[in-house]
């Protein structure tokens, strides 16, 4: 008997029970006043996650939804556009402008590093015309578990006019970002990351600047028009049906973040970015990606000489129910990944570190017994430590 299932993944990711019996309640009118209360009241707490006091619409989708919401409304067919990509979503977020019409420059880095500021830099200063109208990134890529500087790359921007869209679906909540006060046009994100509900919300904020981008655009679109989405959102409505068991869990999860507070949130993401580090590699792993570039959402371990990361996820689902990711494209069966973020306690952490090596210890990896979860206790208690000492 294994138990509750250990959902270590990037997405989706553990729902609090808090918001499971929210969820579970009667259907309401979406066009009554009921709903209007909730309605207003998650726009204005997703706002204050993405650090904005400009536009915020949700959409019934999936993040990647959210993501061809942005390109179909702030990018025209034709319009020359600069991908960013250090993964398999950064090459999805440029798909998506291509399968639109836009002319797609990518610009990629190898997957485990993050973007370097300096070439896009270089990039954009050699656009004299002002040719790039859109600039496509991503925060946090969990193919890989790196994530990107966006603060520094769009410091590196410089005052070129190109829009910023910003995929942040996993990031958002996770990693710090803050819309407003780094100069960021168009944010992404999504309800089954750092949000702790289930997916099936996707989240696009936008400011005024891109708004008279859309305004201006030749291109067209329904469902994702998000001058449709403002209008009915004045009247504290969606355009369309919303999933409303869906928006009772994003309002009580946006009260659980509220309660911890986002500044702590985030400094409780690093933590798990170093207690999972710190303990794989306390066993003799190897890293994808450097201190540098890590995600504190997620971390590629590279599986062992001779093991297959595979036969590492299917041991640790059928013996103890844990259920870490795979490797996506070039890296399947290479790597895997230990998701940590949203809904995931010190706990769950030493837990799959422990199970981690009573795993590779089956396999016959030579590994010393121990020794992982000995250091993922030790970053739990000089955690404690830290937070004694702040109270």
Not at 183 to 190: A, E, I, K, R
Not at 292 to 319: F, H
Not at 368 to 390: F, H, N, S, T, V
Request: proline fraction near 5%; include cysteine.
């Amino acid at each position: 008997m294994n138990g509750e299932q250990y959902l270590l993944l990037p997405g989706p990711t553990p729902v609090p029970e808090r918001v499971v019996r929210a969820m579970n309640r009667s259907m309401i009118n979406h066009r009554g006043p009921e709903f209007k209360a909730i309605h207003d009241e998650v726009v204005e707490g997703v706002k204050k996650i993405y650090h904005t006091n400009q536009h915020v619409v949700i959409y019934p989708s999936s993040g990647t939804g959210g993501l061809e919401a942005a390109v179909a409304n702030f990018i025209a067919p034709g319009d020359r556009v600069l991908a960013i990509s250090i993964g398999v979503f950064g090459d999805r977020f440029a798909d998506i402008a291509r399968a639109f019409g836009a002319k797609v420059e990518q610009l990629s880095f190898p997957w485990g590093k993050r973007a370097d500021p300096a070439r896009i830099k270089e990039k954009l200063e050699a656009d004299t015309n002002h040719e790039i109208k859109a600039i496509l990134m991503t925060h946090n890529e969990t193919s890989t578990g790196a994530y990107n500087d966006i603060k520094a790359i769009r410091k590196a921007m410089g005052d070129h006019p190109a829009l910023t869209l910003v995929d942040s679906v996993s990031g958002l909540a996770a990693i710090d970002l803050k819309m407003d006060e780094w100069g960021l046009d168009v944010v992404v994100s999504g309800s089954q990351k750092a949000f702790m509900i289930p997916p099936g919300l996707s989240f696009l904020a936008f400011n005024d600047r891109a708004l008279e981008v859309h305004r201006k655009r030749s291109n067209s679109c329904f469902y994702w028009n998000v001058e449709t989405s403002l209008e009915y959102q004045a009247k504290g409505q969606t355009p369309f049906t919303p999933p409303i068991s869906l928006y009772y869990g994003l309002q009580e999860a946006l009260k659980m973040i509220q309660e911890e507070g986002i500044d702590q949130i985030t400094a409780r993401h690093r933590h798990y970015r170093k207690l999972v580090r710190d303990s794989v590699r306390a066993m003799g792993l190897q890293l994808l990606t450097d201190d540098e570039a890590a995600s504190p959402a997620v971390t590629s371990v590279l599986a062992p000489e001779g093991i297959g990361a595979n036969s590492i996820r299917q041991y640790m689902l059928e013996k103890f129910n844990i259920v870490i990711a795979g490797g996506q494209k070039d890296l399947d069966d290479v790597i895997f990944r230990i998701g940590h973020l949203g809904y995931i306690r010190d706990l769950d952490l030493l837990t799959v570190i422990t199970a981690l090596e009573i795993t590779l210890l089956q396999l016959n990896v030579p590994i010393q017994q121990g020794a992982g979860p000995r250091k993922a206790q030790e970053c739990i208690i000089e955690r404690l430590g830290d937070i004694e000492r702040m109270e």
